[in-house]
């Protein structure tokens, strides 16, 4: 059986947002789209049945915590990770740069060799250089690989930014030979240069010589406002390749997705619903709900009569304040879903209105509410 290639295709527009389908050969992706994050080979307090039943369409995974526990070779015994977690919705795993950068006690860069650290874990020493990162992506059986890039933490010096953006293209070369000719798979470049438009744009040259599947737009999510993040996208947006899908890593909030399909963007992850869904802070059409709040203690009501999937209605602000205050771990389950159901309806309705030629409207009306 011939597997199917994977490819991109913008249907339709509502000036620069872009509904648009990706193809692999697991399964077609709508976009825009937003990827729940199972960074452990698990999309934490959720079975990956439910996730699907969301509306899902694709997850991700991450390969620095995969290296670390369980280790790649783990994986590859069974098949794969789709076979390890059960999971038969395309994957598309990150390069690990991000957490090298913020979990591990980094020891240094090396140009040559790539990121020397401990693991946050058990302090053990590793090397993971562009071609590694990619040997255990194709270990992983990813659908979507990421290149390994350096994301450097926020600051103002340009000199700074442009050392890291010449290794973090350096890199990006490297990863692509390493990856090879797969037209299964997609290997995605990354854009860098922190707040500099121009060394944003350069980055977006220079990757675009070496060739990508697609192009993610890293270092926006390390403490940037929401001011900065959408000022990059408007300077960066005619400057992306249309014929290609545009990742904004890490991101985010409702209304930080809304302003970024507003200026073109097409996939999105971010830990943010089911973190919260732990922690007790619920997504609705109404904004947000912090169920652990006394006022919700006789509070009858559903969470959010506008959800219907999974009867999630049945249960009561005033039960689910209860379970996150005596610590039942059906709390968190719930809640996770919630959120991740509310991502799903929400980017749902992000595309019906890109479709119709009315996600303007639906912008200015939720942007500043959810």
């Known amino acids: 059986m011939t597997l199917k290639k994977f490819s991109f295709n913008v249907i339709s527009k509502d000036k620069y ?4 389908l990706i193809k692999t050969h697991r399964g077609n992706i709508r976009t825009p789209v ?25 997850i991700l995974a991450n390969t620095y915590h995969l290296m670390l526990r369980p280790g790649v070779e783990r994986i590859k015994s069974i098949g794969g990770l789709h076979e390890f977690m059960n999971c038969h ?3 598309l795993t990150d390069s690990g740069g ?20 401990k693991s946050h874990v058990d302090g053990k020493k590793f090397i993971l250089s562009p071609e590694e990162s990619i040997r255990i992506q194709k270990g992983l059986n990813s659908d ?6 350096e994301c450097p933490k926020k600051t103002t010096d340009q000199k ?21 000719q797969n037209s299964q798979k997609a290997l995605f470049g990354i854009v860098q240069g922190g707040l500099f438009d121009n060394l944003r744009k350069k980055s977006i040259n220079d990757l675009t010589k070496i ?33 290609k899908p545009r990742y904004l890593m890490g991101v985010g909030t409702p209304s930080d997705i809304l302003g970024a399909v507003k200026r073109g963007i097409d996939m999105f992850d971010c830990v943010l619903p089911t973190r919260s869904g732990r922690t007790g802070l619920a997504f609705t059409w109404n904004g947000r709900v912090n169920i652990k709040n006394s006022k919700y203690q006789y509070d009858n009501t559903p969470l959010d009569n506008k959800t219907s999937n999974f009867d999630l209605n049945k249960y009561s602000k005033n039960y689910i304040n209860h379970l996150f205050n005596t610590n039942e771990i059906l709390a968190s389950m719930i809640l996770t ?16 209105n890109i479709e119709k030629g009315t996600f303007h409207a639906f912008h200015d009306k939720y942007i500043d509410k959810l």
């Open 337 to 352: 879903l919630h959120n991740i159901n509310f991502y799903q309806e929400f980017m749902h309705a992000i595309r019906k």
């Open 98 to 117: 991000f957490q090298v950068m913020s979990l591990s006690k980094l020891n240094k860069i090396d140009r040559e060799k790539g990121a020397i650290f």
């Open 17 to 20: 947002s872009r509904l648009g």
């Open 89 to 91: 919705l395309p994957i």
């Open 211 to 243: 060739g990508f599947d697609g192009y993610a737009i890293g270092g926006l999510a390390v403490g940037e406002t929401q001011k900065e993040m959408f000022y990059i996208l408007d300077q960066i947006k005619n400057d992306l390749p249309s014929d």
């Open 144 to 149: 979507i690989v990421m290149v390994m890039d």
């Open 34 to 58: 937003f990827m729940p994050v199972g960074t452990q080979a698990t999309v934490k307090a959720t079975f990956i049945s439910d996730i699907k039943k969301t509306g899902a369409e694709i």
């Open 160 to 180: 700074v930014i442009a050392k890291s953006l010449e290794l973090s293209t350096y890199w990006a070369q490297r990863s692509k030979k390493a990856f090879g």
